[in-house]
């Protein structure tokens, strides 16, 4: 059964085959190949760009899609994770796509739910399909990943963007750096100064500052973040000539990326979001074969 | 016109013709059936089970759904539930499904509304899908209802589930009681000691604590509840052979039922959910007959 | 491009011929015309018409449907209005429906968002499609537009359905009035007594008194507001023997509309709602053009 919860299960062959599938769904392949098959959205935590971005690839490929709305569900009366999912397991859909504020959620699910589940985000652990749209741009522009060099910068100790990105990345050849606030480093990365970064990278992978999930404040206000870590203009005119700039989203405009470096030309953040349909589509596919 | 407000309008062949195309629904019939035609989901209280279940069902027809949400509507300018109802008739769709906190919602409905209304639960009156996919359930189980004896264990007075279920079974010859604490019996049915319910039963069917319901808090604590009227993994090994657990769900695990009888070998509880798809497939069918 | 932002950039042309699309979608034609596209509806404020029956459009043209769900998204965690629809954009569908509270929110997306909007209602400056269908209302009740008369009466000031209205109204040869309370009046409109009106007009539109949207409590109690600007049954029997009543809906009975003339014989309220759906469908064709 062709669950997705971590990339670091997936080996370099199977992702390069995931890479070489929502290629091809970019080229217009596959539109509504899955005809009839039922898919559920459950997310438990506020999303845009995941939850619509499974949406619009599930609506292309051709599947009934079900959205569950967490806020008017049985949950208000005191319903548990596990028991809304085997609910959905139960009405005999063909996959479910879930997203939820606890790490490693799926743990509870393994062995006694018989649908493939497809992690759309477990709390600050995991992002697999994340790291599969960025690997996707990064091939798009180098063709290769082996020798690239990635920083990533910001609160790297919370972001399951970081942690699956490092991974899978370091697997396929890259050199991972990370950089920003003290307080948001992991010491298991290695670490490099943000205007050193900005010069050497052929990738600057921005994270969002989350706001939302730090119980304290930090310890810098939004102007002193982005004076010493914000991607402003200047900065952009030291990167490499080749280099790109990506972002999972949301942003901060005015925090960690200059509202004008946006969409500046060495910026791929909405390629990101484009290639985000395509990989959903190809791990959808896995998902359904054999059923 | 097919409307479905209440099971006790229709007669037992009636019912026992909804559940015999139930059954060629489960068989896999009438996917895309009902192609091209609109239905519409009302609900204005939470659900998990029987909201989703309705859109499963109107996905497997090839129904197009069109999936309200009353947070976000114009209720919060004041609009009542008869005009939002009589809009979504004016736009032209096949049927409403509608769930509504208010006893016989329906009755401001009739004759007014001039496409099918398909009651998914009126506050605490009745439920017509849920009593027929425990009828589905029970008639796959014993083959027949004739002389079948039931205890309906719990929150009787203030389920629907418990009323909609006595009205029929009575009807289709089966042996109705309920038992439970004497503050949610209702006296115009016969009352069973639990313990000797669990023995002498064919069907043991549990009824959710409903907390959001109640103003006043219940005289007993919740472990005080499991251990009078629990359904315990000791409790299941006292029951009849071929005897089966039915729940309506949610459930509360550690009240009216144990953990680990939930998914047990006597627990038909994840199958009647299965069932909820077929039978509303055969109601929304039925709706449909001459549109 | 194809987008609708307000409905005087049409010309008196394009608005007939969109009428004679919207026509040809009520005698049952274009189902499944647009089958494949993909458009996501953003609204960004409460809607039961508008949002239901774009919805409901879209499902007749065969369209693959996203419905976005502003307070489960990331709008949670900060991100901008424009961030969120060059988002959708990115995911490559092909248009998308907004209502947004802000005026004119439309000038910050365009030249930067490249597929058609549709504006379903923009703060209290416009909406299109609703006079668009108030316009195929009157079309079908007189045939014609040229000399015809009506008031629009109540909250004419903050409703954007007035502005938009008499605007195109006008253009199309037809003698607008106002009427209603003192500090709900536009002067650069022409005012006419309420009384007046209701013997002189051919239409008689009611607006809603908008209680959420005023900071200051009306002057009028309801009771007031009913006596002086109701439309009662006796009033009723004041008009035209061929004049006829409208209202954008929600209504709030016993205050501008009596309870009992909601459904009386001159009421073209649900007429409107049913014609919503077909405008939709045109406005919604003239955007696929050349997709």
Redesign the interface.
Same mark, same amino acid.
């Given at each position: 059964m062709n669950s997705l919860f971590q990339l670091s299960s997936l080996s370099v062959d199977e992702i390069q085959h995931l890479l070489d599938v929502a290629e091809q769904c970019r080229q217009g392949r596959f539109?509504?190949s899955e005809k *009839?098959k039922?898919v !559920?959205n459950l997310?438990f935590e506020?999303?845009?760009?995941t939850?619509?971005?499974f949406?619009?690839a599930e609506?292309?490929l051709g599947m009934?899609?079900?959205?569950?709305? !967490?806020? !008017?569900?049985?949950?208000?009366? *005191?319903?548990?994770f596990y028991?809304?999912v085997?609910?959905?397991?139960?009405?005999?859909?063909d996959a479910v796509v879930i997203r939820n504020r606890q790490d490693e959620y799926y743990k509870q699910l393994q062995g006694r739910i018989n649908i493939p589940i497809l992690n759309a985000g477990d709390g600050k652990k995991d992002h697999p399909t994340q790291s599969l749209l960025d690997l996707m741009t990064i091939r798009q522009e180098f063709g290769h990943f082996d020798g690239l060099k990635i920083a990533i910068v910001g609160d790297v100790k919370y972001s399951r963007v970081a942690h699956t990105n490092i991974e899978v990345m370091q697997r396929l050849g890259m050199q991972c750096f990370i950089s920003g606030p003290e307080e948001y480093r992991d010491p298991q990365y290695d670490y490099i100064d943000f205007d050193q970064a900005v010069k050497d990278m052929d990738v600057i992978m921005l994270l969002?500052v989350?706001?939302?999930r730090h119980e304290q404040a930090m310890s810098l206000t939004q102007e002193e973040y982005h004076a010493r870590y914000g991607l402003t203009l200047e900065r952009v005119k030291a990167m490499k000539d080749t280099a790109i700039i990506m972002h999972p !989203?949301?942003?901060?405009?005015g925090v960690e990326i200059a509202d004008e470096v946006v969409e500046c030309r060495k910026s791929r953040i909405?390629?990101q979001?484009?290639n985000?349909?395509f990989v959903r589509m190809a791990v959808l596919k896995r998902a359904m074969e054999g059923r």
């Amino acid at each position: 059964m062709n669950s997705l919860f971590q990339l670091s299960s997936l080996s370099v062959d199977e992702i390069q085959h995931l890479l070489d599938v929502a290629e091809q769904c970019r080229q217009g392949r596959f539109i509504d190949s899955e005809k *009839g098959k039922i898919v !559920a959205n459950l997310f438990f935590e506020p999303s845009t760009r995941t939850q619509y971005s499974f949406n619009t690839a599930e609506e292309k490929l051709g599947m009934k899609v079900i959205n569950f709305n !967490a806020q !008017a569900s049985s949950m208000q009366k *005191g319903e548990t994770f596990y028991d809304t999912v085997k609910t959905f397991e139960s009405f005999g859909i063909d996959a479910v796509v879930i997203r939820n504020r606890q790490d490693e959620y799926y743990k509870q699910l393994q062995g006694r739910i018989n649908i493939p589940i497809l992690n759309a985000g477990d709390g600050k652990k995991d992002h697999p399909t994340q790291s599969l749209l960025d690997l996707m741009t990064i091939r798009q522009e180098f063709g290769h990943f082996d020798g690239l060099k990635i920083a990533i910068v910001g609160d790297v100790k919370y972001s399951r963007v970081a942690h699956t990105n490092i991974e899978v990345m370091q697997r396929l050849g890259m050199q991972c750096f990370i950089s920003g606030p003290e307080e948001y480093r992991d010491p298991q990365y290695d670490y490099i100064d943000f205007d050193q970064a900005v010069k050497d990278m052929d990738v600057i992978m921005l994270l969002r500052v989350q706001h939302e999930r730090h119980e304290q404040a930090m310890s810098l206000t939004q102007e002193e973040y982005h004076a010493r870590y914000g991607l402003t203009l200047e900065r952009v005119k030291a990167m490499k000539d080749t280099a790109i700039i990506m972002h999972p !989203a949301p942003f901060n405009r005015g925090v960690e990326i200059a509202d004008e470096v946006v969409e500046c030309r060495k910026s791929r953040i909405f390629k990101q979001i484009n290639n985000g349909v395509f990989v959903r589509m190809a791990v959808l596919k896995r998902a359904m074969e054999g059923r």
